[in-house]
C-alpha cells in the first residue's frame, strides 16, 4: 500500500519561511510527477508547484520566486521550500504523487496518491 506522509506545515510571521516534505513509502517502481497543492477555507484546491522524476519544474504564478519544489527520487520525496510567506498563504498543503507504479496486493497498478495535508499559518 503507497502512503504519502507530509510534514513541515506550522505556525510562521509574514516574510518567514517554511519549508514541507512528502515522502511516499510502499513498493514503488516509478513516480511521474510529485507536486504540492493547497486549499484555503471555503476555496478550491489549487496547484502550488509540481516536478517531474527529470526535474522540470511548473509554478503558481503567485508563488514563483518566493517557492521552490525539489525532489529526491531515491527517497521518493519531494520538498517544497516557502520564503517570503505571505498571509495569503494560508491553506492547508496537500502533497501528490502522479502516476505512481506500484506492487500492490493483487499486483502492480498506476495511480495518483494524495498525502493527509498539512496546515500552514502566515500571521501579518
Known amino acids: 500500500q503507497v502512503q504519502l506522509v507530509e510534514s513541515g506545515g506550522g505556525l510562521v510571521q509574514a516574510g518567514g519561511s517554511l519549508r514541507l516534505s512528502c515522502a511516499a513509502s510502499g513498493t514503488i517502481f516509478s513516480i511521474n510527477a510529485m507536486g504540492w497543492y493547497r486549499q484555503a477555507p471555503g476555496k478550491q484546491r489549487d496547484l502550488v508547484a509540481t516536478?517531474?522524476?527529470?526535474?522540470?519544474?511548473n509554478y503558481a504564478d503567485s508563488v514563483k520566486g518566493r517557492f521552490t519544489i525539489s525532489r529526491d527520487n531515491a527517497k521518493n520525496t519531494v520538498y517544497l521550500q516557502m520564503n517570503s510567506l505571505k498571509p495569503e498563504d494560508t491553506a492547508v498543503y496537500y502533497c501528490n504523487a502522479d502516476r505512481v507504479t506500484a506492487k500492490q496486493a493483487l499486483g502492480v497498478f498506476v495511480r495518483d496518491y494524495w498525502g493527509q495535508g498539512t496546515q500552514v499559518t502566515v500571521s501579518s
Open positions: 516536478i517531474t522524476n527529470r526535474g522540470s519544474t
